[in-house]
């Protein structure tokens, strides 16, 4: 459940992470990311009410972001992860870019995958098709 896992993130990660370096720095760590959350959390709703609350709880995220007006000193700003130790606000803002480019390109290559027969030698030139085939 990919977006119910990106609500999940929304609400308890990144902004939430943000302001808990903001507020403690390196001296208290973040609260663990509880990564299959989603599965309690988002049962029994649609994807279309999944995709409603995403959007809503992603345009609180930026709306947020903003508010806080982070210059580059705040961006080298220390946190501590509890699995990874130190890190920097910075770090911290282009992991959730990069993790939600990650999720895009997941489900791509589900999308993908459904048509790796269909496109039959043309999947030589679909190097994603080719892959999500296995080919």
Known sequence: D???HLIHGERTDWIPRVEHLLAHGDAVPFAPFVR???FETSRGLTLPTLLDTFAAE?????R???ELA???DDLRRLGRHPAFGMVTLGQLLATWVAH???HVAQCVRVMACRYADEVGPWSAYLPLVGRASGR
């Open 100 to 102: 939600d480019l990650d």
């Open 58 to 62: 992603r345009k609180a995220s930026l």
């Open 2 to 4: 990919i977006v119910g």
């Open 64 to 66: 947020r972001l903003d």
């Open 70 to 72: 982070l210059t580059a």
């Open 36 to 38: 299959d959350a989603m």
